[in-house]
């Protein structure tokens, strides 16, 4: 069984990105959260890892990305993407710019990968409840997933939740194991910095 490779010119430039979009001040503070090493609030260090080494780190910065954001990781990570890609095009050969110059002039539908989708809340109201508006509402979302080629479906709800819990696996969802920290703050009117 082969090893996963990365390369730690795009590990690099994935770093700058983050500390970019977060500010270099919240991705030091997410770094000392997750206990990661300080030093990699430079992205140089990162030049210095062999492949193995920059799948292992870029592997460990996402995890701490989706366990400090929580479900807001994957808009953090969807704005990361779409800077990363330009930056890596500005470091591009002159056949990958040509490359992505002819991808970016197809049709979306020929050129879209595959994605995962997060349905992040549904409700229905109280007084609609118990008459199958849920099963409606994910049968119409289902049905716009399929016609933009949407392959998978995810939704995070709470343990506890028997009823939401009840709809999802009556509309095929099946639990992932994977478990997501959830934050609690006393309302006050003005939290004082440390």
């Known amino acids: 069984m082969s090893e996963t490779k990365f390369s730690n010119r795009i590990l690099r430039r994935f770093v700058e990105t983050v500390t970019l979009e977060l500010g270099a001040d919240q991705f030091t503070g997410m770094l000392a959260l997750a206990k990661l090493p300080a030093e990699w609030a430079k992205a140089t260090v ?32 969807l704005r990361v993407g779409q800077r990363l890609w330009h930056h890596l095009l500005q470091d591009a050969a002159l056949g990958g710019k040509a490359q992505a110059a002819v991808v970016k002039r197809l049709p979306l539908s020929t050129r879209r990968k595959s994605t995962l989708e997060l349905l992040a809340r549904l409700a229905v109201h109280p007084s609609a409840q118990g008459r199958g508006a849920g099963k409606a509402l994910l049968n119409e979302l289902f049905a716009r997933l399929t016609q933009l080629g949407v392959p998978k479906l995810t939704v995070n709800t709470q343990s506890d939740n028997d009823v939401s819990l009840s709809l999802y696996q009556k509309m095929g969802f099946m639990r992932t194991g994977e478990q997501y920290p959830v934050y609690t703050s006393e309302v006050s009117p003005m939290h004082e910095e440390d």
């Open 46 to 77: 990162f030049l210095k890892m062999d492949p193995l080494e920059s799948a292992q780190a870029y592997a460990t910065l996402q995890a701490a990305l989706r366990t400090y954001f929580g479900r807001g990781a994957r808009g953090v990570l």
